[in-house]
């Protein structure tokens, strides 16, 4: 493991700039003293993926205020560094850093769609919509190689199962040819994450993400083919991006995006010392005043557990997210429906290798 960064010193292309000491470990091995060319190198790694065969995929979210009921991640870490993400801190589960080692180190289930019909087959499964990405994205860049997703995918569609996405990567379009049969049968829904529409921003805050402009193609590209798509303003971060809500929701709406939802960023755990630590690195002029309005929405603290409050804050600052938010969407015509999908033709596969479609 590695000690954080000297000041001076900014590794582009990584949302965390050291890795925190993991909480579950007892020791660690920590990089004394930064001198030197050679020490500077090593901080440029180079992702690893590690193979997992997982006994389990499906996970049932016991959260209620995060709108979905059973989660599947085919992936552990995620390549895209999003520095806030609150995924970090599941890494430690897995003996690693909720910092560099999140956006470096990524486990793969590679027994992932195995365990996905094995999930399906139980005779006390009740159909319900299956999440994907509920805690790391699913269409982060190694599954352009591996199409782990995409066999998920195609496994819902089998059993008619519906399935939701919420992603930042413009690879979701690769598999239009399968969401567009599960949209024909309304057992999809897709979300993209747009979080700005500045990319200065974007490429020291999501460095390894898909542009805006890409993301908002996703959108028109799936509302033109009669996908329900909407998409994540989340998070909203006071002092960076809170100001750039507007343009987004009516641009996702130009786009044909039908739902918006957003939340307000909070620090749990690692995450807290490895924003802290990237703000004041990439925002010095303004670090303070955007970690004290953090605080703010959050009864002075960074971190929040409270369920509901959680998601959009508190205090006078939340409340104007919210109003500006709601005043907007009504604005640009979003939320004017409920997505509901469709758990009526759910079907258990005898044949394995029946077609698809």
């Known amino acids: 493991m590695i000690n954080q960064l000297p000041n001076d010193r900014y590794e582009k292309g990584r949302g965390a700039q050291f890795n925190p000491k993991n909480k579950f470990l007892k020791g660690e091995y920590v990089q004394e003293h930064m001198e030197g060319i050679d020490d500077w190198e090593q901080e440029h790694r180079e992702t690893q993926f590690v193979y997992d065969d997982s006994k389990t995929?499906?996970?049932?979210?016991?959260?209620?205020?995060?709108?979905?009921?059973?989660?599947?991640?085919p992936y552990q870490g995620c390549e895209h560094g999003c520095v806030y993400c609150y995924a970090r801190n599941t890494h430690?589960?897995?003996?690693?850093?909720?910092?560099?080692?999140?956006?470096?180190?990524?486990?793969?289930?590679?027994?992932?769609?195995?365990?996905?019909?094995?999930?399906?087959?139980?005779?006390?499964?009740?159909?319900?919509?299956?999440?994907?990405?509920?805690?790391?994205?699913?269409?982060?860049?190694?599954?352009?190689?591996?199409?782990?997703?995409?066999?998920?995918?195609?496994?819902?569609?089998?059993?008619?199962?519906?399935?939701?996405?919420?992603?930042?990567?413009a690879l979701v379009l690769r598999d239009m040819d399968i969401i567009q049969e599960l949209a024909k049968m309304n057992l999809i829904r897709v979300f993209t994450s747009i979080t700005s529409l500045d990319e200065d921003l974007r490429k020291v805050m999501e460095p390894r993400?898909?542009?805006?402009?890409?993301?908002?193609?996703?959108?028109?590209?799936?509302?033109?083919?009669?996908v329900p798509t909407g998409i994540m303003n989340a998070p909203l971060i006071p002092g960076l991006n809170d100001m750039h809500m507007h343009d987004v929701l009516k641009a996702a709406s130009e786009c044909g995006a039908q739902w918006a939802s957003y939340t307000v960023v909070r620090l749990n755990g690692a995450v807290g010392g490895i924003f802290k630590d990237w703000l004041h690195k990439s925002f010095p002029d303004r670090a303070d005043k955007v970690w004290h309005q953090i605080a703010e929405c959050h009864e002075g603290n960074v971190n929040d557990s409270r369920w509901?409050?959680?998601?959009?804050?508190?205090?006078?600052?939340?409340?104007?997210?919210?109003s500006q938010f709601d005043i907007y969407c009504k604005k640009y015509h979003l939320n004017e429906t409920k997505p509901e999908l469709n758990t009526a033709d759910f079907r258990r596969v005898k044949n394995k290798q029946m077609s698809l479609f």
């Open 57 to 73: 995929l499906v996970n049932k979210v016991t959260s209620p205020d995060v709108g979905m009921l059973w989660s599947a991640n």
């Open 92 to 169: 430690e589960y897995w003996g690693y850093s909720a910092g560099l080692d999140f956006e470096s180190r990524i486990v793969v289930k590679r027994n992932a769609p195995a365990l996905l019909r094995k999930f399906f087959d139980n005779k006390n499964w009740e159909p319900a919509t299956l999440s994907l990405s509920g805690n790391t994205d699913c269409y982060q860049p190694i599954e352009r190689k591996l199409k782990i997703t995409r066999a998920l995918l195609e496994i819902c569609l089998e059993y008619r199962n519906p399935v939701g996405i919420i992603t930042k990567n």
């Open 209 to 226: 993400t898909a542009s805006y402009r890409s993301r908002l193609r996703v959108v028109e590209t799936l509302s033109n083919a009669g």
């Open 308 to 322: 509901g409050n959680r998601i959009v804050g508190d205090g006078k600052f939340a409340e104007l997210i919210k």
